[in-house]
């Protein structure tokens, strides 16, 4: 082993001191930083609350529809469910035919329920005695765009074995617009009560804080032909050309508005 000379030793110790200026000279500097930053630090000074006022808007448009949903079908019962089920499908053959014929497209036709109940036979004591028959439904579900057609249309699937007949409902198939122009009626509406509002209280309006629209448009108003249904299901023959009016349905929105105010009338 090598032992260190008494030159090392010396030139290694004549360095500690410089060492020990450059570590206190360091840890000044942090102290000095650290303070300056905690001096640089402010107090938040609160704000002032928004005050507002928060009133609704209601706006509705009146329109003609342009299309009808209609819902019918057929109904069978016999005592083998074979054949109750072949006479439903025949009927409902028919009645699509007819539905196409009168200008409704495949796209625009749908099954909308198909139900088998089984009847049952009971004794004077009731007691069950076995199966009595079956009665089997269908209906669809067709979107008619031309209203001119209705009418022809219900009385040619009534003569082709319809004898259900659950409702019509009419609507508007691109109801965008309107509800665009009762969007702004309602904003329009909150407006005007937010002025009168702020005149009252002497106040002014500032801007709008936030604005929510709380409801969808209306739906569709519908309308049960129940004496129609009736009179098909008890084989009646219902009036040639069945008179139809679509009326007018209401497309309206409403909306939740606060608005900032400030002391003072305009």
């Keep these: 082993m090598k032992r260190a000379s008494v030159g090392n030793i010396q030139r290694f110790w ?28 402010a107090t938040p000074v609160p704000t002032e609350p928004v005050r507002t006022i928060t009133v609704n808007g209601h706006g509705s448009v009146n329109v003609t529809p342009d299309t009808a949903s209609v819902e019918l079908g057929v109904t069978e019962t016999n005592t083998s469910l074979e054949a109750a089920q072949d006479q439903v499908s025949l009927r409902l053959d028919a009645i699509l035919a007819t539905l196409r014929e ?34 089997v439904s269908s209906t669809l579900k067709a979107t008619v765009r031309n209203l001119d057609t209705l009418g022809v249309l219900l009385d040619s699937s009534v003569g082709a074995g319809a004898n259900l007949l659950y409702g019509i409902s009419f609507f508007v198939d691109d109801s965008t617009a309107p509800a665009s ?19 009252a209280a002497g106040v002014s309006i500032v801007g709008v804080v936030s604005i929510q629209e709380t409801s969808a448009p209306a739906p569709p108003p519908e309308i049960f032909m129940e004496r129609a249904s009736m009179d098909m299901a008890a084989g009646q023959a219902a009036p040639s050309q069945v008179p139809v009016q679509a009326g007018s349905t ?7 508005v606060v608005f900032e105010i400030s002391a003072g009338g305009s």
């Design 250 to 256: 209401e497309i309206a929105v409403d909306v939740y």
């Design 102 to 135: 009168q200008g409704v497209a495949d796209d625009d036709i749908q099954t909308s329920s198909y139900n088998v109940q089984i009847l049952y036979e009971y004794d004077n004591n009731g007691n069950l005695r076995g199966i009595n028959g079956y009665t």
């Design 14 to 41: 004549s360095t500690v001191p410089r060492l020990g200026v450059i570590v206190a000279v360091t840890a000044l500097a942090l102290v000095t930083v650290t303070g300056a930053t905690t001096a640089q630090v």
């Design 181 to 199: 122009q009762a969007r702004g009626l309602a904003v329009a509406d909150a407006r005007t009560k937010a002025d009168e509002l702020a005149s």
